[in-house]
């Protein structure tokens, strides 16, 4: 009996540490986080609301519209799309001097990453100021939300999970004519779950003006990712 019970003892071991590798397999890790976060920045929406804001020129106060604009970019190792509907309004002050473009937005989009693959929906409010042609860029201030479904992968690992991303943008300088973020700051909140583990995660964001942003989790690890 003791024999066996000798045979038994590393056999367990054996099957414990089995498990517990195959749960750290499912678990999502910081580079899946932050891969996340990359993809929503780089579909944050300021470039498209550039390009809408330019017929405010033109409109008269209180002008509303439905703009709907779709694209994609192919990098060295990931691909995205997306599809925007943009409901926008043109405000204006007491003078009649326009104020500021307020947009809402719905749509879909897709990313397939290194580590991830997606697809989700999206949604956001914001507020566009800084109309006047003496200014050189826009300013943008809102929150988007993107709830995403897809697969996370890596060495040995090949799982279903769901993830929500929460930004908000505080005074996004957008230039008026290359439509490239130049300046800002934002934060982001994330929750995603993947089997029975579910992990949530906040950040910093800086716009370094030269189509990337320095990321900062609350752990006070540091990133630089790129938002176009």
């Not at 920045?41 to 033109?58: F, H, Q, R, T, V």
């Not at 719905?106 to 990313?111: E, L, P, V």
């Not at 992990?199 to 176009?228: C, E, H, K, P």
Request: aromatic residues 10%; charged residues 15%.
């Amino acid at each position: 009996m003791k024999a066996k019970l000798f045979f038994l003892i590393p056999f367990a071991f054996a099957i414990s540490l089995f498990f517990s590798s195959c749960r750290k397999e499912i678990e999502i890790t910081e580079d899946d986080v932050v891969e996340s976060i990359e993809a929503a920045l780089k579909s944050n929406g300021s470039e498209d609301m550039a390009l809408i804001s330019m017929p405010y020129k033109s409109s008269a106060c209180g002008f509303t519209n439905d703009t709907t604009v779709t694209k994609s970019v192919s990098g060295l190792d990931f691909n995205w799309s997306r599809t925007a509907n943009w409901n926008w309004v043109v405000n204006c002050d007491s003078n009649n001097a326009y104020n500021n473009v307020v947009f809402t937005e719905s749509g879909t989009s897709s990313f397939d990453g290194p580590r991830i693959e997606w697809t989700a929906t999206h949604g956001g409010s914001f507020t566009v100021t800084k109309l006047s042609v003496l200014e050189a860029n826009f300013e943008v201030n809102g929150s988007m939300t993107r709830n995403a479904n897809g697969t996370i992968t890596s060495r040995r690992r090949n799982a279903n999970y769901t993830s929500t991303i929460v930004h908000n943008w505080t005074d996004i300088n957008v230039n008026k004519d290359s439509r490239s973020i130049v300046s800002g700051t934002g934060t982001v909140s994330y929750s995603g779950t993947i089997g029975a583990n579910t992990i949530s995660r906040t950040g910093t964001i800086v716009y370094n003006g030269n189509g990337t942003a320095t990321l900062t989790m609350d752990n006070g690890n540091v990133f630089t990712i790129q938002t176009r």
